[in-house]
């Protein structure tokens, strides 16, 4: 399977180049040349067949010969060793638990996939690459998670100090090993600019450095898994399926547009966003405009200029009808989603933290003019890794899981840093 760069100016190059470069040369993000539909056959299974089977059949073209596929199994089980519940909040309403791994946090699935991949190419190999990543929180933590001893892969974690939560920041500092987190005088911003300036140094080409965002296919596409899964559970209702994401770089409805490619019956997709409204926007009148970005409740989603919105928009050729046939997006606000969270919790017990509650009022929505359907959104994180507005919105303290509980009694460990050259002396020492 060859990739191309959406600049459409570098190279085509495999999985394998793909993976390690993460963004092309000319600073496009990848995407697969060919997109072969699964038979009829996957789907009339789909019931009876065990997740890690659904997921290597949904990423096998992808990977194509760059992963022979007994390792390739191997990786997909490894990734998958934990449950993706899906539970009824309401009648035609349910959430699918993408929570359920070892930091709570839907990342987990593509940082676990593309650690496992960057070892299988090491393997054997002298080379040795160092994932950079800046964090505002949760994705610092999975992607720690995910590479812990992941042979011939140095994980470097940049975040900005007193700016993560106390349970982030656990998950961050606690592993040793190959992870070393840099705690940064500065915001978020701060952190990630010096990452990008990392990536165009000359100084440090021969360090390898690799991002871990969704921009690399190998944390994007694994993504797709979770609405092979979500069909699964849903199929024996026999009614349209509506999927509602709350999205922020949307990485995870871009992997869900995908899945519809390869004939996963989904008849609408909605990517549900906080007051960071340029996809709505956008689809309003046909104008890409990203404002400054806006900080709300539901902060893994402050992002306003989305960088997998361009894949989706491969997907649909730019058209403007095949697009509002089976794509919506809706912003809401802080206050509408705190009355969503109260509301479904007093009403049914179950409780959303703010993404989910955003991803929640996207799927009441758009279930208004599919009355024959039902829906589900994806909860893309426990309720007890945004434990301060669970509590002051629902006036409930969550119990802590294992393994939140684990983390919480070990030192934590951090390399204070102010500046770039701080950043660049530590990788080059
Ligand atoms: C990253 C994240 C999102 C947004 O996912 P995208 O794929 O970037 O759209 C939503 N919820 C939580 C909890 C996240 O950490």
Redesign the pocket.
Same mark, same amino acid.
């Given at each position: 399977m060859n990739y191309y760069s959406l600049n459409r100016t570098a190279p085509k190059v495999s999985f394998r180049e793909a993976v390690i470069n993460g963004l092309a040369p000319d600073k496009g993000l990848y995407f697969p040349e060919t997109i072969r539909p699964l038979p009829s056959a996957f789907f009339e299974e789909i019931e009876v067949t065990p997740a890690d089977a659904i997921a290597l059949e949904a990423i096998k073209q992808f990977v194509g010969d760059d992963i022979p596929e007994d390792d390739l199994r191997h990786i997909v089980r490894e990734t998958l060793s934990f449950d993706f519940p899906t539970v009824q909040i309401d009648d035609p309403v349910f959430s699918l638990e993408l929570y359920h791994g070892p930091t709570m946090?839907?990342?987990d699935v593509g940082a676990r996939f593309m650690a496992r991949c960057l070892a299988h190419f090491n393997k054997g190999e002298t080379m040795h690459n160092t994932v950079l990543v800046a964090t505002s929180g949760?994705?610092g933590g999975a992607v720690a998670s995910g590479f812990l001893d992941v042979d011939g892969v140095d994980v470097v974690i940049l975040y900005p100090s007193g700016k993560v939560s106390d349970i982030q920041e656990k998950q961050l500092t606690t592993l040793g090993q190959n992870i070393t987190a840099l705690e940064v005088d500065g915001n978020f911003d701060d952190c990630q600019a010096m990452v990008k300036k990392a990536f165009l140094d000359d100084l440090l080409k021969n360090k390898n450095l690799t991002s871990a965002n =969704?921009i690399n296919i190998a944390r994007w596409l694994p993504q797709m898994f979770y609405f092979f899964f979500a069909y699964k559970a849903l199929k024996k209702f026999s009614r349209p399926l509506v999927v509602s994401?709350? =999205?922020?770089?949307?990485?995870?409805?871009c992997a869900g547009v995908m899945a519809k490619k390869l004939g996963l019956p989904i008849t609408h997709f909605v990517a549900a966003t906080n007051a960071n409204d340029t996809v709505p926007r956008f689809l309003e009148n046909w104008r890409y405009e990203p404002d400054a970005t806006v900080a709300t409740l =539901?902060n893994?989603?402050d992002?306003s200029d989305?960088s997998n919105f361009v894949r989706i928009r491969e997907m649909y050729q730019d058209d403007k009808s095949a697009f509002l046939r089976d794509f919506s997006s809706y912003s809401f606000t802080d206050a509408q989603t705190r009355k969503a969270m109260q509301e479904v919790f007093s009403r049914t017990g179950y409780l959303l933290e703010p993404?989910g509650a955003v991803g929640y009022l996207g799927l009441t929505k758009e279930l208004e003019k599919h009355p024959e359907a039902i829906g589900v959104l994806l909860e893309?994180?426990h309720p007890v890794?945004f434990l301060d507005s669970v509590t002051e919105i629902l006036g409930v303290t969550p119990a802590i899981p294992p393994q939140i509980e684990a983390v919480l009694h070990k030192e934590k460990c951090s390399v204070k840093i102010k500046t770039y050259d701080d950043l660049k002396a530590f990788l080059l020492r």
């Open positions: 946090a839907f990342k949760d994705t =969704s994401c709350p =999205s922020g770089n949307f990485g995870n409805i =539901s893994a989603m992002v989305p993404h893309t994180a890794k």
